[in-house]
């Protein structure tokens, strides 16, 4: 299966550091939640991996869910498929767990803040013993003053990628850029929904803006 989303420049090493994070996190049969699976190509990462495991992907567009469940094949009877809206997940049925690793990629952007909080305690109470949450998204930039280191690391990313990752040329822009579907939420957000949910957060990677973050049940 190709990569659906080929703008970042970072996508394929982050991808692959979840792939190996959840892999090692997971024994035989636990059970993987993918929250915004779009058409399941993490799915299929974590199957080149851990084919024993049992993949649940669930995202709101069934069109993608259809193409997931042609490219999550060979998962067999241990993939499930998902509709549902973040925003409303407490009202989704089958989803329950125990989950050994709950993982969402490039889509908490897409929630307003609170849905984002929601999301993250819906998942605390969801995992298993020494299960996790593992978020990969953008994070929110909120300095002017720091714009220009961050352009200078989107620079450099673009002269070994040979791609472009930047979204604007200064912080107006940057801010312009804001809206309903794109409201990445910051560092500090993040840990704070993680704490109020009572997982041990701990962001794993950071690359250009695009971080991987964790929340660990205690105990
Ligand atoms: C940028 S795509 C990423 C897809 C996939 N995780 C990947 O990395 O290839 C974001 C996905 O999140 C899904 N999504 C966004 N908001 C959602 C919501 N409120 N409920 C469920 N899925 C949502 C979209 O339908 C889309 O498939």
């Given at each position: 299966m190709e990569d659906p989303i080929r703008r970042h420049p970072t996508r394929a090493e982050q991808l692959d550091i979840l792939a190996a994070v959840s892999s090692d996190l997971c024994g035989p049969g636990d059970a993987v939640l993918d929250l915004g699976?779009?058409?399941?190509y993490f799915g299929h990462l974590l199957h080149g991996r851990r084919p024993d495991l049992r993949y649940v992907g669930f995202d709101r567009k069934g069109e993608s869910l259809g193409a997931a469940a042609a490219n999550l094949a060979a998962w067999g009877a241990n993939v499930r498929l998902v509709e549902g809206d973040l925003a409303n997940?407490?009202?989704?049925?089958?989803?329950?767990?125990?989950?050994?690793a709950i993982v969402s990629v490039?889509?908490?952007?897409?929630?307003d803040d609170p849905a984002k909080a929601a999301v993250i305690a819906w998942a605390a109470r969801r995992l298993a013993p020494g299960g996790a949450f593992l978020l990969l998204d953008r994070i929110r930039l909120t300095e002017p003053s720091l714009f220009g280191l961050q352009r200078s690391l989107w620079a450099r990313l673009e002269r070994i990628h040979g791609e472009g990752m930047r979204t604007a040329d200064d912080f107006a822009a940057y801010e312009q850029d804001l809206g309903s579907d794109n409201r990445p939420a910051t560092l500090a957000d993040y840990a704070r929904w993680f704490a109020d949910a009572g997982l041990a957060f701990q962001p794993l990677h950071l690359h250009g803006n695009i971080a991987i973050l964790a929340g660990a049940r205690r105990g």
């Open positions: 699976c779009g058409t399941g997940i407490g009202a989704v049925a089958g989803l329950d767990g125990p989950w050994r490039l889509t908490f952007h897409d929630l």
